[in-house]
Nanobody, 121 residues
Framework: QVQLVESGGGLVQAGGSLRLSCAAS????????MGWYRQAPGKQRELVAT???????NYGDSVKGRFTISRDIALNTVYLQMNSLKPEDTAVYYC???????????????WGQGTQVTVSS
Protein backbone atom coordinates (compact mmCIF):
# COMPACT_ATOMS: atom_id res chain seq x y z
CA GLN A 1 0.00 0.00 0.00
CA VAL A 2 1.33 3.41 -0.97
CA GLN A 3 0.87 6.41 1.28
CA LEU A 4 1.90 10.02 0.84
CA VAL A 5 2.66 11.82 4.09
CA GLU A 6 3.16 15.56 4.25
CA SER A 7 5.02 17.52 6.90
CA GLY A 8 6.25 21.05 7.49
CA GLY A 9 3.06 23.09 7.57
CA GLY A 10 2.35 25.68 10.22
CA LEU A 11 1.80 29.33 11.01
CA VAL A 12 4.09 31.99 9.60
CA GLN A 13 3.99 35.75 9.21
CA ALA A 14 3.64 37.38 5.83
CA GLY A 15 6.99 37.59 4.11
CA GLY A 16 8.24 34.50 5.88
CA SER A 17 9.20 31.06 4.58
CA LEU A 18 8.17 27.47 5.08
CA ARG A 19 9.37 24.19 3.63
CA LEU A 20 6.97 21.35 3.04
CA SER A 21 8.01 17.75 2.60
CA CYS A 22 6.11 14.76 1.32
CA ALA A 23 7.38 11.21 1.50
CA ALA A 24 5.80 8.31 -0.35
CA SER A 25 5.95 5.06 1.58
CA UNK A 26 5.41 1.48 0.45
CA UNK A 27 7.11 -0.67 -2.16
CA UNK A 28 7.56 1.73 -5.05
CA UNK A 29 9.56 1.26 -8.21
CA UNK A 30 9.04 4.76 -9.53
CA UNK A 31 6.78 7.81 -9.44
CA UNK A 32 6.33 9.72 -12.68
CA UNK A 33 5.17 13.07 -11.33
CA MET A 34 4.97 14.46 -7.82
CA GLY A 35 3.51 17.76 -6.86
CA TRP A 36 1.63 20.05 -4.56
CA TYR A 37 -1.88 21.40 -4.73
CA ARG A 38 -3.72 23.60 -2.27
CA GLN A 39 -7.26 24.32 -1.25
CA ALA A 40 -8.39 27.39 0.64
CA PRO A 41 -11.77 27.52 2.41
CA GLY A 42 -14.58 27.94 -0.08
CA LYS A 43 -12.29 27.54 -3.06
CA GLN A 44 -11.41 24.76 -5.47
CA ARG A 45 -8.21 22.81 -5.18
CA GLU A 46 -5.54 24.45 -7.34
CA LEU A 47 -2.14 23.61 -8.71
CA VAL A 48 0.85 24.87 -6.76
CA ALA A 49 3.69 23.01 -8.48
CA THR A 50 4.59 19.69 -10.05
CA UNK A 51 7.87 18.03 -10.96
CA UNK A 52 8.49 15.03 -13.19
CA UNK A 53 11.16 12.37 -12.95
CA UNK A 54 13.09 14.33 -15.51
CA UNK A 55 12.90 17.43 -13.29
CA UNK A 56 10.50 19.30 -15.51
CA UNK A 57 8.73 21.78 -13.27
CA ASN A 58 5.37 23.45 -13.58
CA TYR A 59 4.11 26.21 -11.28
CA GLY A 60 0.80 27.87 -10.67
CA ASP A 61 0.83 31.51 -11.73
CA SER A 62 0.27 32.79 -8.22
CA VAL A 63 3.42 31.16 -6.83
CA LYS A 64 5.91 31.63 -9.66
CA GLY A 65 9.08 33.26 -8.46
CA ARG A 66 8.30 32.59 -4.79
CA PHE A 67 7.97 28.81 -4.48
CA THR A 68 10.43 26.15 -5.57
CA ILE A 69 9.65 22.46 -5.97
CA SER A 70 12.29 19.76 -5.80
CA ARG A 71 12.42 16.02 -5.31
CA ASP A 72 14.66 13.22 -4.19
CA ILE A 73 13.83 10.35 -6.51
CA ALA A 74 15.73 7.77 -4.47
CA LEU A 75 13.72 8.70 -1.36
CA ASN A 76 10.40 9.15 -3.19
CA THR A 77 10.19 12.54 -1.56
CA VAL A 78 9.09 15.91 -2.87
CA TYR A 79 9.73 19.29 -1.29
CA LEU A 80 8.18 22.71 -1.59
CA GLN A 81 10.20 25.72 -0.51
CA MET A 82 7.84 28.63 -0.01
CA ASN A 83 9.30 32.11 0.29
CA SER A 84 7.75 35.56 0.49
CA LEU A 85 4.56 34.05 1.80
CA LYS A 86 1.35 36.03 1.58
CA PRO A 87 -1.91 35.72 3.51
CA GLU A 88 -3.54 34.49 0.32
CA ASP A 89 -1.23 31.46 0.41
CA THR A 90 -3.19 30.25 3.41
CA ALA A 91 -4.64 26.84 2.55
CA VAL A 92 -4.38 23.13 3.10
CA TYR A 93 -1.53 21.88 0.96
CA TYR A 94 -1.87 18.41 -0.53
CA CYS A 95 0.88 16.21 -1.88
CA UNK A 96 0.14 14.34 -5.09
CA UNK A 97 1.78 11.46 -6.89
CA UNK A 98 0.89 10.26 -10.39
CA UNK A 99 1.69 7.04 -12.22
CA UNK A 100 3.16 5.29 -9.21
CA UNK A 101 4.67 1.97 -10.26
CA UNK A 102 4.48 -0.79 -7.64
CA UNK A 103 5.30 -4.52 -7.93
CA UNK A 104 1.66 -5.35 -8.65
CA UNK A 105 0.07 -2.38 -10.38
CA UNK A 106 0.24 1.28 -11.38
CA UNK A 107 -1.51 3.85 -9.22
CA UNK A 108 -2.79 6.61 -11.44
CA UNK A 109 -3.24 9.25 -8.79
CA UNK A 110 -2.59 9.36 -5.05
CA TRP A 111 -3.08 12.11 -2.49
CA GLY A 112 -1.72 12.86 0.92
CA GLN A 113 -3.94 13.91 3.81
CA GLY A 114 -2.87 17.53 3.61
CA THR A 115 -1.00 19.95 5.83
CA GLN A 116 -2.26 23.35 6.92
CA VAL A 117 -0.31 26.46 6.01
CA THR A 118 -1.48 29.69 7.60
CA VAL A 119 0.08 33.04 6.76
CA SER A 120 -0.77 35.91 9.06
CA SER A 121 -0.75 39.53 7.92
Amino acid sequence: QVQLVESGGGLVQAGGSLRLSCAASGTIFSINTMGWYRQAPGKQRELVATITGGSNRNYGDSVKGRFTISRDIALNTVYLQMNSLKPEDTAVYYCNGRNILTPTHVIDNSWGQGTQVTVSS
